[in-house]
């Protein structure tokens, strides 16, 4: 048995080993968004690969120990674990940065990335060059031309040629618009905020440190404050602009901050005005400041609860994706028209799909139910998407 198990790898790996080396003579017809990671049970052990949003069939086939959700946006570009390390690969599964890195980001900041060896944490470009040296200290990524280094109560600020601009006491944050949050111990807690020659532009005060150890920052003019456990905004000079009135609230994203009015959620403007009622509910038992974070709009939708279902909302309010789940939405891939939900993939009207990733995962639930023959019918179905799949073959092998 174990002789065959050794012979059936090794077939894999020789399918690993074409199909890479084809993907890389053609130009893929794909797009980074178009991909999404995948983890499936081979036989050297869980292994991460990436396949196609639409349907599920596999593009960069599963040897990586870890692997990133989806690609970089604009760089074309996911981080990946082998041997142990991190390094980086393109859409055609190529490894463009060899992986020696004990940490990555979680994001390209201008075209830079966190590294990480030991204890020590520099920047890379895209190439790989590593554009600033290995250094101690907690470091924060790259924003509006600065990086920041606390250590020892003070924090630098330091820009791509690797020169000192300013250092301030305190636990410094990014620069987002102009201006970065900086925490002081003073007594109790405080914030102040800091143009980018170090002066001060707003005083420390208690009431920009949000939610426990979470700050304030400025997004779209405006900074979240917290007075008397109410939650309103201020604007760069520091004045109460969107009176402190409601239960909790976040960040402006697309013109729009989402609210908690007793127990719903709705949205306000940059003006304060109500622009979407309070009627849309938090998600389970998450903290206040979280449930909004999971509901605030990016790129123009919402994931929103309403009368216990799930679905997606736009600026007006106009459903996008219908509420007929009874789980929160994971992601909606609005390009593709594909709503992802507990793993599984379904339509915007809330139609399970014909899709890879929905038969392996029936498949398997279906095996630890103990209902074989059905669990071989989706093994099946998924090799009809993806002949030749090394998952659901080796899978089928060991229960027929």
Same mark, same amino acid.
């Given at each position: 048995?174990?002789?065959?198990?050794?012979?059936?790898?090794?077939?894999?790996?020789?399918?690993?080993?074409l199909?890479?080396?084809?993907?890389a003579?053609?130009?893929?017809?794909?797009?980074?968004?178009?991909?999404?990671? =995948?983890k499936?049970?081979?036989?050297?052990?869980?292994?991460?690969?990436?396949?196609?949003?639409?349907?599920?069939?596999?593009? @960069?086939?599963?040897?990586?120990? $870890?692997?990133?959700?989806?690609?970089f946006?604009?760089?074309?570009?996911?981080?990946?674990?082998m041997?142990?390390?991190?390094?980086?690969?393109n859409?055609?599964?190529?490894?463009?940065? /060899?992986?020696?890195?004990?940490?990555?980001g979680?994001?390209?900041?201008?075209?830079l990335?966190?590294?990480?060896?030991?204890?020590?944490?520099?920047?890379?470009d895209?190439?790989?060059?590593?554009? @600033? $040296?290995?250094q101690s200290?907690?470091?924060?990524p790259?924003? $509006?031309?600065?990086y920041?280094?606390?250590? !020892?109560?003070?924090?630098?600020?330091?820009?791509?040629?690797?020169?000192?601009?300013?250092?301030v006491?305190?636990?410094?944050?990014?620069?987002?618009?102009?201006?970065?949050?900086?925490i002081?111990?003073?007594?109790?807690a405080?914030?102040?905020?800091?143009?980018?020659?170090g002066?001060?532009?707003?005083?420390?005060?208690?009431s920009?440190?949000?939610?426990?150890?979470?700050?304030?920052s400025?997004?779209?003019?405006?900074?979240?404050?917290?007075?008397?456990?109410?939650? !309103?905004?201020?604007d760069k000079?520091?004045?109460?602009?969107?009176?402190?009135?409601?239960d909790?609230? &976040?960040?402006?994203?697309?013109?729009?901050a989402?609210?908690?009015? !007793?127990?719903?959620?709705?949205?306000?403007? &940059?003006?304060?005005? =109500?622009v979407?009622?309070a009627?849309?509910d938090?998600?389970?038992?998450?903290?206040?400041?979280m449930?909004?974070?999971?509901?605030?709009?990016?790129n123009?939708?919402?994931?929103?609860?309403?009368?216990?279902?799930f679905?997606?909302?736009?600026?007006?309010?106009?459903?996008?994706?219908?509420?007929?789940?009874?789980?929160?939405?994971?992601?909606?891939?609005?390009?593709q028209?594909?709503?992802?939900?507990?793993?599984?993939?379904?339509?915007?009207?809330?139609?399970k799909?014909d899709?890879y990733?929905?038969? =392996?995962?029936?498949?398997?639930?279906?095996?630890? $139910?103990?209902?074989?023959?059905?669990?071989?019918?989706?093994?099946?179905a998924?090799? /009809?998407?993806?002949?030749?799949d090394?998952?659901?073959?080796?899978?089928?092998?060991?229960?027929?």
């Open positions: 048995m174990k002789k065959w198990f050794g012979i059936l790898f090794l077939i894999i790996l020789l399918m690993l080993g199909t890479l080396s084809a993907g003579v053609n130009q893929p017809n794909y797009k980074p968004d178009d991909l999404v990671m =995948m499936v049970a081979l036989p050297g052990g869980e292994k991460c690969g990436y396949l196609l949003v639409n349907n599920g069939k596999w593009v @960069i086939l599963p040897q990586f120990e $870890e692997a990133r959700n989806t690609f946006r604009g760089s074309e570009l996911a981080a990946v674990k041997g142990g390390k991190y390094g980086f690969i859409i055609k599964g190529q490894m463009v940065i /060899k992986p020696e890195y004990d940490k990555v979680w994001a390209w900041s201008e075209d990335m966190e590294v990480q060896v030991g204890k020590l944490t520099g920047f890379i895209m190439t790989g060059k590593q554009v @600033i $040296e290995l200290g907690v470091v924060n790259f924003s $509006e031309g600065l920041s280094v606390f250590s !020892g109560a003070r924090t630098k600020y330091i820009n791509k040629a690797g020169a000192v601009m300013f250092e006491d305190g636990r410094g944050q990014n620069f987002l618009e102009g201006l970065a949050p900086v002081k111990i003073q007594g109790r405080a914030v102040e905020f800091i143009d980018k020659s002066q001060t532009v707003i005083e420390p005060q208690p920009l440190l949000i939610d426990g150890l979470r700050w304030s400025f997004h779209e003019g405006l900074a979240v404050i917290k007075i008397d456990n109410r939650f !309103g905004f201020i000079q520091g004045i109460l602009t969107i009176p402190a009135v409601f909790c609230a &976040t960040d402006f994203r697309d013109g729009l989402a609210v908690f009015v !007793g127990q719903k959620i709705g949205y306000i403007d &940059t003006s304060g005005n =109500m979407l009622p009627q849309y938090p998600v389970g038992k998450w903290l206040p400041m449930a909004l974070d999971f509901s605030s709009f990016h123009g939708i919402a994931r929103v609860k309403w009368n216990d279902k679905g997606v909302i736009d600026k007006k309010g106009n459903w996008v994706v219908q509420p007929v789940f009874d789980k929160a939405v994971d992601y909606f891939y609005s390009k028209k594909i709503v992802v939900v507990g793993g599984y993939y379904y339509d915007q009207t809330g139609k799909l899709h990733v929905n038969h =392996m995962k029936d498949a398997d639930t279906s095996l630890k $139910e103990g209902n074989v023959q059905k669990a071989i019918a989706y093994y099946k998924a090799l /009809k998407i993806n002949p030749g090394v998952s659901a073959t080796w899978k089928l092998s060991l229960i027929k």
